[in-house]
């Protein structure tokens, strides 16, 4: 018989308020972290930010507008060596270049020439040597034309040069060293350089070979056995030759200029291609500029 008032155990568990806020705390921090997450993974570019090598890397042109006063002068970001502008080059918006902003030359007297520093910061024995840019040429003009030339002008006795040559078809990477010359029938690519397009290029030597790169991909291999570049006389032209003669000018773009102590490998020209500045931190002691200034995005 049960009774109307009678008083049954019943039990009963009861979650404590602390323990429910502990569990709903640590799930919105996860969720927040989680969101966080891809909202930072989808924010990458489709080809993941890649940083040029830096082994052997003792000069670097970016052209970033804040490393070049157009007027002026434009500044290697790793030793401040300063290319003097002469002409009236534009200083280009990053949306007509390759990596940041970049330099236009009008062919015509447009160039930048360096002459080095006391003591030389890239006046140096080449044992080995690697010149590399990126460029855009607008027009072709029936003239030998050197995109970038480490040289001895006006003797012309040591070059180092990325160049064409419209009037015979042909472009590549000429050297001149210990008497000894590139043979231009021979060793370079036997056609016009291509136009309005942008171009990877990348010439090494190692004191008996030199190898010629356009778009990563390696279009000459041959011997010059002139062994290594001579120590003094070596400057810098880049649109021009060394001496600025107007002769040798080129018409268009120019931008991420490097020059290597070394010879790239294969593997490291095609890294390079895909590059968008160097990939170190802000409080690397060998670079003269901040991370801002060397980290770009590309187009």
């Known amino acids: 018989m049960r009774l109307k008032n009678s008083v049954y155990p019943?039990?009963?568990?009861?979650?404590?308020?602390?323990?429910?806020?502990?569990?709903f705390a640590n799930a919105k921090r996860a969720f927040v972290l989680?969101?966080?997450?891809?909202?930072?993974?989808?924010?990458?570019?489709?080809?993941?930010?890649?940083?040029?090598?830096?082994?052997?890397?003792?000069?670097?042109?970016?052209?970033?507008?804040?490393?070049?006063?157009?007027?002026?002068?434009?500044?290697d970001i790793l030793s401040g060596l300063a290319a003097a502008v002469h002409g009236d080059p534009e200083l280009a918006p990053a949306g007509d270049c390759k990596v940041g902003e970049c330099v236009l030359f009008?062919?015509?007297?447009?160039?930048?020439?360096?002459e080095d520093s006391?003591?030389?910061?890239?006046?140096?024995?080449w044992e080995e040597i690697t010149l590399e840019c990126w460029v855009y040429i607008n027009a072709l003009d029936d003239s030998w034309n050197r995109i970038i030339s480490l040289d001895d002008m006006p003797s012309n006795t040591a070059v180092a040069s990325l160049y064409y040559?419209?009037?015979?078809?042909?472009?590549?990477?000429?050297v001149r060293a210990g008497g000894k010359s590139t043979v231009a029938a021979q060793d370079n690519v036997l056609e016009d350089i291509p136009l309005e397009e942008w171009l990877h290029l990348v010439g090494t030597y190692d004191g008996a070979m030199v190898h010629y790169y356009v778009n990563g991909k390696q279009e000459k291999k041959y011997a010059m056995k002139g062994?290594?570049?001579?120590?003094?006389?070596?400057?810098?032209g880049i649109g021009d030759r060394s001496d600025g003669c107007d002769c040798d000018t080129i018409q268009g773009y120019i931008d991420e200029f490097r020059i290597y102590d070394r010879v790239l490998?294969?593997?490291?020209?095609?890294?390079n291609m895909k590059a968008t500045g160097l990939d170190v931190s802000p409080s690397?002691?060998?670079?003269?500029?901040?991370?801002?200034?060397?980290?770009?995005?590309?187009?």
Do not use: M
């Not at 009008?106 to 360096?114: A, I, Q, T």
């Not at 062994?227 to 400057?235: A, F, M, V, Y």
């Not at 490998?265 to 890294?271: D, G």
């Open 10 to 23: 019943q039990n009963r568990q009861f979650v404590n308020p602390s323990q429910l806020y502990r569990v």
């Open 34 to 75: 989680l969101l966080l997450a891809c909202l930072l993974w989808n924010a990458q570019p489709a080809d993941a930010i890649t940083g040029a090598v830096e082994d052997g890397l003792i000069a670097y042109w970016s052209f970033d507008k804040d490393t070049v006063k157009i007027k002026t002068e434009a500044v």
């Open 106 to 114: 009008d062919g015509s007297v447009d160039r930048l020439l360096v």
């Open 118 to 125: 006391t003591p030389p910061k890239i006046d140096r024995d």
């Open 165 to 174: 040559d419209d009037d015979d078809n042909q472009h590549g990477f000429f």
């Open 227 to 236: 062994g290594k570049l001579p120590k003094g006389g070596l400057l810098l």
């Open 265 to 271: 490998s294969a593997a490291e020209v095609q890294n």
């Open 284 to 299: 690397s002691s060998k670079l003269s500029v901040t991370w801002g200034h060397i980290k770009a995005r590309r187009r």
